[in-house]
């Protein structure tokens, strides 16, 4: 008998196999941003121009619109700011055992955004400042994401940024609001601008300076599609960190791998619908146990339809001939959690990957131990962006500026070949720069 999830299981001795991992490829792709050519995402490109042009024109009165409109809540202007209180209150009554775990994952987070921070670095010839105001906006979608709070804002409080000049914004899908573990974060984080708005209106009012939301100089955060393409636009006006779109995780694995865990793993990218949940093997049976274990772990999820929607859509099982030809194609893929369950050979593949967000070796390293805990931000670059972007860190958080201090018998020992490269370039006024301050 077959099964709903059976295509998703393709081997490289189909002559489709190429065709498939292509049409997967873009596929993740497009769910990261309106990045394609075709009329539809041109359509939502300009749909999300639109939104942002209006609320530049309309300030305020327009974000409130597209939240009645996308969120079917009512809130004017002076409603977007969550009242200091509702923050006080939700960190009151969050679980006591539950603030211990969120106290000592931004611990962990801080620790190891000290160890890596190059801001300390000391050289003449360069200084390096915090970015003054940082907004941050945190999904609201499927599940309430209070640990992005953790992954974004704390390394940038280690950079230097103060707690007052973040401004963090979240849809109002919790009861008209953000939800109080989120909320809770915030407070303990010593946060005070917490706005209850989204999408693509919530990035246009942090890009646009139109009211009491302060303008903030960088936009981090992960974010559906029409999140990431505004997020894109407004880039010039602010910096962003990347195209944090949908979650996605490709497990390389080979016979020693255990089934189970790696479909436990799948599963646990695919329940954010959307999620990617990719497996490339050069194991024939593992693929085939894996399968297995997916059809079993399903039954007990509340949410299984949905999630085999996700899997069918988002996810592959990719046998291969050999472990070369895996490593290729996950180098091409890019993809944001990059798992490696191989046994003893875990680190050595490793090795050979130049392209993820973040790389889990080993059995015991779930996603979710980066999600929470490890220390690394969370905050990772998708829809193969990972080819030139990186994890958000404490580093994403400083600008250089470089220092040049020369004094007069400096200049003079460098002045012919200042003035011989000005003029090579037609710039007469500046060989005359250098050539006036010869004449004293």
């Known amino acids: 008998m077959t099964h709903k999830l059976d295509k998703i299981l393709i081997s490289a001795s189909q002559a489709n196999f190429r065709d498939d991992l292509k049409t997967l490829h873009w596929n993740l792709l497009r769910e990261a941003r309106f990045g394609g050519f075709d009329e539809e995402s041109k359509d939502n490109r300009q749909k999300v121009l639109d939104i942002i042009r209006k609320v530049d024109k309309h300030g305020y009165e327009a974000v409130a619109e597209y939240t009645h409109t996308f969120d079917k809540v009512k809130l004017t202007p002076d409603q977007f700011r969550v009242p200091k209180e509702d923050l ?249 959690h990059l798992q490696i369950q191989c046994g003893d050979e875990s680190r050595k593949i490793a090795e050979g990957i130049k392209n993820a967000g973040a790389i889990f070796i080993g059995d015991y390293t779930p996603v979710a131990v980066g999600d929470y805990w490890a220390g690394p931000s969370h905050t990772l670059p998708t829809g193969q962006t990972a080819k030139f972007f990186s994890a958000l860190s404490a580093n994403d958080f400083i600008k250089s500026t470089s220092i040049i201090e020369y004094d007069k018998k400096k200049l003079s020992d460098s002045a012919e070949d200042i003035i011989r490269l000005a003029r090579a370039e037609g710039l007469d006024a500046h060989a005359k720069s250098v050539e006036i301050r010869q004449n004293k």
């Open 88 to 336: 006080e209150k939700a960190h009151k009554q969050i679980d006591p055992k539950l603030l211990v775990s969120i106290r000592q994952s931004i611990e962990n987070v801080r620790k190891y955004q000290k160890e890596i921070y190059i801001g300390n670095f000391k050289h003449s010839g360069i200084r390096y400042t915090p970015i003054k105001k940082i907004g941050i906006y945190i999904p609201g979608g499927s599940a309430p994401l209070a640990s992005t709070v953790i992954m974004t804002a704390v390394p940038a409080i280690v950079a230097g940024v103060k707690p007052e000049d973040i401004v963090v914004v979240s849809p109002p899908r919790y009861k008209k609001s953000i939800h109080p573990v989120t909320l809770a974060v915030c407070y303990e984080l010593k946060i005070k601008n917490v706005y209850r708005i989204g999408g693509a209106q919530a990035i246009a009012a942090l890009a646009c300076e139109k009211g009491t939301i302060p303008k903030v100089d960088k936009i981090v955060g992960p974010g559906n599609q029409w999140v990431q393409t505004a997020k894109l636009i407004v880039f010039g006006s602010v910096d962003i960190d990347s195209i944090a779109g949908p979650s996605e995780v490709l497990i390389i694995a080979n016979e020693r791998a255990n089934p189970a865990w790696v479909a436990a793993d799948m599963l646990s990218q695919a329940e954010h619908c959307p999620g990617s949940a990719v497996v490339f093997t050069d194991s024939q049976k593992l693929a085939e146990e894996i399968l297995d274990e997916l059809k079993k772990q399903l039954k007990q999820l509340t949410r299984s339809q949905e999630t085999i929607e996700c899997l069918n859509n988002f996810s592959k099982i990719a046998v291969f001939e050999k472990m070369d030809d895996v490593i290729e194609e996950a180098n091409d893929f890019a993809v944001e």
